[in-house]
């Protein structure tokens, strides 16, 4: 499995959100394969997922890029996603593997060592692992720092690292041991949201290369 660099998680209220698909769009066409869109929408009805997730995981499928459904089986293999992301509203991994089998890498949403150890025994392909600084949307989580991607560099799972990461910080976190990072406000509050995935992606894609 193939790990895209930058995943980049759509902002809530997608019903209502008129720039999200074309921004999307214009992102897959500028980072191609080292690029994953996450949906993501509790409150979003089955139908408008869908909706946004099949185009998205065409243009995947060219690019050799990932569109990720979260939470949503049924959605994730109607839509032709790539990966389907699962986290605490969704069944347990173990159940979702018995109905998609292998058609589909399974990424689990964590929140501390332990928890990426059990996701990796429980036959994860990747983990999202956060929050690792203090994000907005999770004001009240404490922080685990960059320490925490260290110490599970031996897990045995590609960590996705999760939660105030900016152009900024997006280097140093894969140096310190993240396989990939997934930003929302970093891009989604941008003035142009497509420019600051790309640069989002050219940092992360130096910093690999810098090894």
């Keep these: 499995m193939r790990l895209p660099l930058l995943h ?125 600084f203090r994000s907005p949307s999770h004001a009240s989580a404490p922080p685990l720092g960059t320490a925490a991607l260290s110490s599970c560099r031996d897990s045995g799972v590609p960590v996705v690292a999760i939660g105030g990461i900016d152009a900024e910080r997006a280097a140093p976190v894969l140096a310190a041991g993240a396989s990939a990072v997934a930003v929302l406000s970093a891009v989604w509050e941008a003035d142009d949201p497509v420019a600051a995935a790309v640069d989002l992606l050219d940092r992360l894609a130096a910093e690999r290369r810098d090894r």
């Design 8 to 132: 980049v998680i759509s902002p809530q209220g997608l019903a209502d959100d008129t720039r999200f698909a074309k921004a999307a769009a214009s992102m897959q066409r500028a980072c191609g394969p080292e690029l994953a869109i996450h949906i993501r929408d509790p409150g979003a009805s089955a139908g408008l997922l869908y909706d946004l997730a099949a185009p998205l995981a065409s243009r995947a499928d060219a690019s050799g890029g990932w569109c990720v459904v979260n939470e949503r089986t049924d959605v994730a293999l109607a839509a032709g996603a790539q990966a389907l992301q699962l986290g605490h509203r969704a069944l347990p991994l173990e159940v979702v593997r018995q109905t998609v089998g292998e058609r589909l890498p399974l990424g689990v949403s964590v929140h501390s060592e332990p928890e990426v150890c059990e996701a990796a025994k429980a036959g994860a392909n990747y983990v999202v692992l956060g929050t690792i």
